[in-house]
């Protein structure tokens, strides 16, 4: 089966319309973040790197009420400003020695 240029070339011409619909469209979902009430949204892998903490201390936080979360869609996630507002109150009960 032979396939003339014109014809490879209006082929390879469509493929590469598909890719860059593709490519559009990972940008897309990947400019938009998980976001509530306007505010950005971590989830628990986020949050242990950014308190530098274990998955069991983030647990007791959740239980404790000490850190809000949401579940959505079975996963956990938690508002950057409510992560922010832990790490201040943590640091107002600090007194250096």
Same mark, same amino acid.
């Given at each position: 089966?032979?396939? *003339?240029?014109?014809?490879?070339?209006?082929?390879?011409?469509?493929?590469?319309?598909?890719?860059?619909?593709?490519?559009?469209?990972?940008? *897309?979902?990947?400019?938009?973040?998980?976001?509530?009430?306007?505010?950005?949204?971590? *989830?628990?892998? *986020?949050?242990?790197?950014?308190?530098?903490?274990?998955?069991?201390?983030?647990?007791?936080?959740?239980?404790?009420?000490?850190?809000?979360?949401?579940?959505?869609?079975?996963?956990?996630?938690?508002?950057?400003?409510?992560?922010?507002?832990?790490?201040?109150?943590?640091?107002?009960?600090?007194?250096?020695?």
């Amino acid at each position: 089966m032979n396939i *003339d240029r014109s014809e490879f070339l209006i082929w390879m011409e469509r493929i590469m319309e598909r890719f860059n619909i593709l490519s559009e469209h990972i940008k *897309d979902k990947s400019n938009q973040k998980r976001s509530i009430d306007g505010e950005e949204l971590i *989830d628990n892998q *986020d949050v242990l790197q950014i308190l530098k903490i274990s998955s069991r201390t983030l647990q007791r936080y959740r239980s404790s009420g000490r850190i809000p979360y949401y579940t959505i869609s079975g996963k956990l996630y938690y508002k950057l400003s409510d992560v922010h507002q832990l790490i201040r109150d943590s640091w107002s009960g600090y007194s250096p020695k």
